[in-house]
C-alpha cells in the first residue's frame, strides 16, 4: 500500500490530466536548488529505495475509495487511477556519487500522471537520504583515522529513519552500527556497549564491569563515567587484570565531559598498567565539528559513536529540493517564479576528471567530453541495476578523491561550478522568452 | 517484528540482567536534559506511538537467531529472550500538554531487562514526536489568525515520518495537511492545489487554470507565480468570472517573492475584481519566523502551507533527551556525569495552576498541592486509556492560556522554572555522598 504516500495535490492533478488525455511524456528533474550553508557538496543517497516504492506503486482499493469519496470522483476517474502503475524510465546520478546544486538527482520520464504522482514519494526519500549520507561523509572526513560508530538510532525521526541512517552512514564509510534492525537488514556490524543504568543497576562500578567482561569477553568496552572517569577507568584497568583479559579485546568509553582530555588521561592509565592495545571510544554529542576539533588536538580516541547529528543532519535537516517539469510532450518548459527559476529540457552532467566546473548540458546534446553522471535506473518501469553498498561506498570513496579540498573541507567550503552548456543557456532564454507576463495597472499603483 | 528495532547495548545489558536474575522493579525517566534555543516550552507527543510499540513488542524466531548468532548466545539466553514481553508500568505526561526541561516525560517501572530493552524504542518515537509538535505549535502561535496547512510530506525523514508529522501538526491546531496517508489514517482534512508542473504541462496559464477549475469546481486555488504572479492572479481573475465560480469558494496560492507585498497586490486584484471573498494562501519556506514576520506586516493572507520546516523541526531537529536509570529494586540511583548528572528516585512534577514555578518531586511524597502532571498510561503492560487527537488538542490549548507570554513568545523565550521539591534535592545529595570516587594519581599528574 503506497497509493497513498503522496500529497493530495498530485492525485487532483493525475486526475485532471487522465481525464484529459494529456499522458504524453513528462520529464522531471529532481535537483537541490543550493546547498545549505557549510555544504561543498551532497552525496546522492536514496535511489534505491525511492525505484522500490515507485516500481510498486499503486492505489490498493481501500485507497482508491478513500480518495473518490473525498474527491467526489466520478467510476471512470476511479478507474483510471486503479490502473496507474508507474511505467517510465529514470535516470540518475548513481548513489554515492558527489554532486552539486542545480545537478538533477534524477530525472523521470513518463506517462505526465505517473511522472507528477511520483513527486512527493521521490523528494521524500531522496532528501532525506542525501541529506544523511552528506552529514555522515562529512563526521568520516573529520576524523580519517578513527573508526565510526552508527549511534543515531535513539533519536533519528522515528525508526524507519533510524534504519536509513544505519545504511547511509555505513555508506559514508562508518564501520557498525549500533541499531540492531540496521545490521539485519543491511548485513552490517552492529556495535554496543553498555548504558550508565548497567553500571547503576549494581551495587558498585567494580562489580558492574566486572559481570559484563564476565559475560561477554570477547571484545568488552567499558563505560566509565557514570561517576568520575578516573574513578572507572581504574575498576575497568582491574577488571581486565582480574579477568586477564587480552587487552587488544578490551576499550574504554567516554561520553561526557572533556573529551581530548579525558582520552588522554585515559591512554596514560592504560598504558601505565600495560594494557597499550586497550582502545578509547567517545561518544556523546558528536558531530563533524567536534571530531574535527578533537583530531586537530591529537585526542588519542580511536573510535567514535556519532548518533544524533548524523541521524537528523542536526545543522541541514533538510535540503532546497525540487522536483520540477522540464518537458512535456516534446516541449521544453521552465518556470519563472522569482528565485526559484528553473532550466528546460533533460539534461545531463558532465564531470571533469581534472576537477574543473561540472558542465550541465541538455541531454539531447552531443557528449561534450567528460563523464555522464546521469545513468540508466529504471526502464519502463523496472529497475535495471541493483548496485549494492559496496559499490556505492568505492563510488564515494573515489569521488572523494577526486573532489578539491575548498569543496571537501567542513567550514566555508567552495563547492565546484556548475556551468550550463551554450545550448542549454540558448533554450532557457528562448523559452523564458516565450513566457507572456501580462503588465498590469495594479503593479504600478 | 519489532525486537531489533533497538541498540546492541540494549539486548546485551538485558541478557546479563536475566542470566544474573536481576529482574527486579527498576524506573527509567526520560525526560530533556536541556530546551533547545529559542524553545520556552516543549509540547509532550509521541506517546500513543510509543506504547503501542511497547505493548506488541517481541523478539520474532528470525530476530532471535540474528542475535543469538551474533553474540553467540547459549539456548538458556535465546529461551529467556524469547518469553520477554512488557509486563511493566507507565506513567507519563498526557500528548499535548506543555513541559519543560528536567520533566519526566514519562517513567517506565518494569522489570530491569524489559525497561532497559524499551529504551531505544521510546526516546525514538518521543523525541521526535515533541519536537515536530513543539515547532508545530511555534507557527500556529506565529500566525494566530490564519489557517495552516501540513505541507511537509515532501521532506519529511521518509513517509512514516511524514505520516507522524501529519497527526503532529493536527495536534498543534493545524487545520488539514496534503498528505494523504495521513488524512486517511488520522481522519484529518486533505488539503492541497495544484503544482507549478500542472501549469506548465497546458500550452498556457489560462487554459491550465480553466482546466483545473473545471475539473475541481468546488474548491479551485489557482497557482500564480509559475510566470509572474499578476499575470497568473489576473488569469485566475478572468477564470472565475469565465465560470462564474462563487467566490468565497476560490482562492489563490503564492508560493515565492516578497509574500507581504504580493498579498497585498494580490488582495487588491481581487478586491477590485469583485471577489474580496475569495482566498489568498501563501507557501514556500515558511516557519514561525516567517509567518510571525508576514503576521507583524498585516500581510492579507488567509491560509499558510508549511512544511519542511515544521516536518524536520528545522532549528532544532533533535531534542537533548535522556532515558535513565533513577530506580533499581527499591534503591534510588543517579550519575554525576558531567553536564548529565541526573536526579534519583520515581518523580512527579507538579504545576501550579497560577503560573508559578513546576515542582518536581519524588513519586512518593505527599501531594504538595497544584496539578499532578505524570498519570497512569500503562499499567502490566496494558495500555490503560486510549485519549484521541481531539483530548490532546484541547489539553494543548489550555496549557497555551495558562503558558505565561514570556515563555510562549517566539524569540528569547524564559521557560517556566522547574524546582526540585526539598525532598528530592535531599535525596540527590545522599545518593551522590555515597557513590565512591576513588581519587588516583594519574588525574593530577
Given at each position: 500500500?503506497?497509493?497513498?504516500?503522496?500529497?493530495?495535490?498530485?492525485?487532483?492533478?493525475?486526475?485532471?490530466?487522465?481525464?484529459?488525455?494529456?499522458?504524453?511524456?513528462?520529464?522531471?528533474?529532481?535537483?537541490?536548488?543550493?546547498?545549505?550553508?557549510?555544504?561543498?557538496?551532497?552525496?546522492?543517497?536514496?535511489?534505491?529505495?525511492?525505484?522500490?516504492?515507485?516500481?510498486?506503486?499503486?492505489?490498493?482499493?481501500?485507497?482508491?475509495?478513500?480518495?473518490?469519496?473525498?474527491?467526489?470522483?466520478?467510476?471512470?476517474?476511479?478507474?483510471?487511477?486503479?490502473?496507474?502503475?508507474?511505467?517510465?524510465?529514470?535516470?540518475?546520478?548513481?548513489?554515492?556519487?558527489?554532486?552539486?546544486?542545480?545537478?538533477?538527482?534524477?530525472?523521470?520520464?513518463?506517462?505526465?500522471?505517473?511522472?507528477?504522482?511520483?513527486?512527493?514519494?521521490?523528494?521524500?526519500?531522496?532528501?532525506?537520504?542525501?541529506?544523511?549520507?552528506?552529514?555522515?561523509?562529512?563526521?568520516?572526513?573529520?576524523?580519517?583515522?578513527?573508526?565510526?560508530?552508527?549511534?543515531?538510532?535513539?533519536?533519528?525521526?522515528?525508526?524507519?529513519?533510524?534504519?536509513?541512517?544505519?545504511?547511509?552512514?555505513?555508506?559514508?564509510?562508518?564501520?557498525?552500527?549500533?541499531?540492531?534492525?540496521?545490521?539485519?537488514?543491511?548485513?552490517?556490524?552492529?556495535?554496543?556497549?553498555?548504558?550508565?543504568?548497567?553500571?547503576?543497576?549494581?551495587?558498585?562500578?567494580?562489580?558492574?564491569?566486572?559481570?559484563?567482561?564476565?559475560?561477554?569477553?570477547?571484545?568488552?568496552?567499558?563505560?566509565?563515567?557514570?561517576?568520575?572517569?578516573?574513578?572507572?577507568?581504574?575498576?575497568?584497568?582491574?577488571?581486565?587484570?582480574?579477568?586477564?583479559?587480552?587487552?587488544?579485546?578490551?576499550?574504554?568509553?567516554?561520553?561526557?565531559?572533556?573529551?581530548?582530555?579525558?582520552?588522554?588521561?585515559?591512554?596514560?592509565?592504560?598504558?601505565?598498567?600495560?594494557?597499550?592495545?586497550?582502545?578509547?571510544?567517545?561518544?556523546?554529542?558528536?558531530?563533524?565539528?567536534?571530531?574535527?576539533?578533537?583530531?586537530?588536538?591529537?585526542?588519542?580516541?580511536?573510535?567514535?559513536?556519532?548518533?544524533?547529528?548524523?541521524?537528523?543532519?542536526?545543522?541541514?535537516?533538510?535540503?532546497?529540493?525540487?522536483?520540477?517539469?522540464?518537458?512535456?510532450?516534446?516541449?521544453?518548459?521552465m518556470k519563472l517564479s522569482v528565485g526559484k527559476r528553473?532550466?528546460?529540457?533533460?539534461?545531463?552532467?558532465?564531470?571533469?576528471?581534472?576537477?574543473?566546473?561540472?558542465?550541465?548540458?541538455?541531454?539531447?546534446?552531443?557528449?561534450?567530453?567528460?563523464?555522464?553522471?546521469?545513468?540508466?535506473?529504471?526502464?519502463?518501469?523496472?529497475?535495471?541495476?541493483?548496485?549494492?553498498?559496496?559499490?556505492?561506498?568505492?563510488?564515494?570513496?573515489?569521488?572523494?578523491?577526486?573532489?578539491?579540498?575548498?569543496?571537501?573541507?567542513?567550514?566555508?567550503?567552495?563547492?565546484?561550478?556548475?556551468?550550463?552548456?551554450?545550448?542549454?543557456?540558448?533554450?532557457?532564454?528562448?523559452v523564458a522568452a516565450e513566457m507572456p507576463i501580462r503588465r498590469l495597472a495594479a503593479l504600478t499603483r
Amino acid at each position: 500500500m503506497n497509493g497513498l504516500r503522496t500529497d493530495l495535490y498530485e492525485v487532483r492533478m493525475a486526475v485532471s490530466y487522465l481525464r484529459r488525455g494529456m499522458t504524453g511524456p513528462a520529464t522531471f528533474s529532481l535537483f537541490a536548488r543550493d546547498l545549505p550553508r557549510e555544504r561543498g557538496f551532497l552525496v546522492a543517497a536514496g535511489l534505491a529505495e525511492a525505484l522500490d516504492a515507485l516500481q510498486c506503486f499503486r492505489f490498493e482499493p481501500e485507497e482508491l475509495e478513500y480518495v473518490s469519496e473525498g474527491l467526489r470522483l466520478p467510476a471512470t476517474d476511479v478507474e483510471a487511477l486503479s490502473r496507474l502503475r508507474f511505467s517510465g524510465d529514470v535516470r540518475a546520478i548513481p548513489e554515492g556519487r558527489v554532486v552539486f546544486a542545480g545537478e538533477p538527482l534524477l530525472e523521470v520520464t513518463a506517462p505526465l500522471p505517473e511522472a507528477q504522482l511520483a513527486e512527493t514519494l521521490l523528494l521524500n526519500t531522496v532528501t532525506f537520504a542525501t541529506a544523511v549520507a552528506t552529514k555522515a561523509v562529512r563526521c568520516r572526513l573529520a576524523a580519517p583515522d578513527a573508526e565510526l560508530i552508527d549511534f543515531s538510532a535513539r533519536r533519528a525521526h522515528g525508526s524507519a529513519a533510524a534504519l536509513a541512517s544505519a545504511r547511509l552512514t555505513a555508506l559514508a564509510g562508518f564501520s557498525s552500527t549500533s541499531n540492531l534492525e540496521g545490521a539485519f537488514r543491511y548485513g552490517l556490524r552492529p556495535a554496543g556497549t553498555m548504558a550508565h543504568a548497567y553500571v547503576q543497576a549494581f551495587p558498585g562500578e567494580h562489580a558492574a564491569f566486572r559481570a559484563f567482561a564476565e559475560d561477554f569477553p570477547a571484545a568488552p568496552v567499558f563505560l566509565v563515567d557514570t561517576i568520575d572517569p578516573a574513578t572507572g577507568i581504574a575498576h575497568a584497568i582491574d577488571v581486565v587484570r582480574e579477568l586477564d583479559l587480552p587487552p587488544a579485546s578490551v576499550g574504554i568509553r567516554l561520553d561526557s565531559g572533556d573529551l581530548a582530555e579525558l582520552s588522554r588521561l585515559a591512554r596514560r592509565m592504560l598504558d601505565d598498567a600495560g594494557l597499550s592495545a586497550a582502545r578509547i571510544m567517545a561518544s556523546g554529542g558528536l558531530d563533524e565539528y567536534v571530531l574535527e576539533r578533537l583530531t586537530a588536538a591529537g585526542a588519542p580516541i580511536d573510535a567514535y559513536g556519532v548518533g544524533t547529528a548524523v541521524g537528523v543532519s542536526s545543522d541541514a535537516p533538510s535540503l532546497d529540493t525540487a522536483y520540477k517539469l522540464v518537458e512535456y510532450d516534446g516541449r521544453p518548459v521552465m518556470k519563472l517564479s522569482v528565485g526559484k527559476r528553473t532550466l528546460p529540457g533533460a539534461k545531463q552532467v558532465w564531470r571533469d576528471p581534472a576537477g574543473g566546473p561540472d558542465l550541465l548540458s541538455l541531454a539531447a546534446e552531443p557528449r561534450p567530453g567528460g563523464e555522464a553522471m546521469l545513468v540508466p535506473a529504471m526502464l519502463a518501469g523496472r529497475r535495471v541495476a541493483r548496485p549494492g553498498l559496496a559499490t556505492a561506498r568505492r563510488r564515494l570513496k573515489r569521488d572523494l578523491v577526486w573532489l578539491p579540498s575548498s569543496a571537501r573541507r567542513l567550514r566555508g567550503p567552495v563547492p565546484i561550478d556548475v556551468r550550463p552548456s551554450a545550448a542549454l543557456a540558448a533554450m532557457a532564454a528562448e523559452v523564458a522568452a516565450e513566457m507572456p507576463i501580462r503588465r498590469l495597472a495594479a503593479l504600478t499603483r
